[in-house]
């Protein structure tokens, strides 16, 4: 560092590819506070996989045999929403595969990424809300092809997720749940789980 200037990189990493570890090994004069970013994704995705083993045929709206589901991405380039997007969804399908079952279908053929992000960054639940209610137009239940899961890259996104869901009947108590799942514990997250309208 320049004129041995002390630099924190806080919930910011300083690279996508590990070699954050390398760059800030034994140095004096830089370091990174934030989380083991591919953690959560990893517990999310084991979390979602044995879920959906012991609740298959409850989550699987259409009997169709697979689940279908939606990705709601946090930010573009950002290396918690990078690795949460792809072990979400890597380890779900470990855990399922394990068990005999297929691995997850995104609910958009076209959609060739398998997220949706939130093109601001802000990993909102405004954004997610919006992306959901745009999804109930063409993927609903009369037509067969509901979207069955949802996971999302933090709490926020989740409850935008879940707004939606509940604006249409679902996840209220006495309908279906479509099964949510976020990342941070936040009391509103908690809260939703108690009421039961997210799952994990």
Same mark, same amino acid.
């Given at each position: 560092?320049? %004129?041995?200037? =002390? ?10 590819? #590990? ?5 800030? &090994?034994?140095?004096? $004069? ?6 083991? @970013? =591919? ?10 996989? &044995?879920?959906? +083993? ?18 709601? /991405?946090?930010?573009? %380039?950002? !290396? ?7 072990? %979400?969804?890597?380890? @779900? ?8 079952? =297929? ?8 959609? /060739? ?20 209610? $745009? ?24 409850? #935008?997720?879940? @707004? ?7 996840? /209220?108590?006495?309908?279906? !749940?479509? =099964?949510?799942?976020? +990342? ?5 997250? /908690? @809260?939703?789980?108690?009421? #039961?309208?997210?799952?994990?």
């Amino acid at each position: 560092i320049a %004129g041995d200037i =002390p630099v924190i990189f806080f919930n910011r990493a300083i690279g996508t590819d #590990g070699s954050d570890v390398t760059v800030l &090994e034994n140095n004096e $004069t830089a370091c990174f506070i934030g989380t083991d @970013a =591919p953690e959560a994704g990893h517990m999310q995705g084991k979390m979602i996989g &044995e879920y959906l +083993v012991e609740n298959y045929d409850t989550v699987d709206l259409n009997g169709d045999g697979v689940i279908s589901y939606a990705m709601m /991405k946090g930010q573009e %380039g950002n !290396v918690e929403a990078e690795f949460r997007t792809q072990y %979400g969804v890597e380890d @779900a399908n470990a855990v399922l595969e394990e068990a005999g079952k =297929p691995a997850l279908a995104y609910f958009d053929a076209n959609n /060739k990424d398998c997220y949706q992000v939130d093109q601001a960054g802000a990993w909102s639940a405004a954004a997610a809300k919006e992306y959901m209610d $745009t999804n109930f137009v063409s993927y609903n239940e009369a037509n067969g092809n509901m979207i069955e899961l949802v996971i999302c890259n933090n709490d926020g996104m989740a409850e #935008g997720v879940i @707004a939606s869901l509940q604006e249409k009947g679902y996840n /209220k108590e006495g309908a279906h !749940v479509v =099964p949510v799942f976020g +990342v941070d514990a936040t009391d509103n997250a /908690k @809260a939703l789980i108690a009421d #039961g309208a997210m799952t994990g």
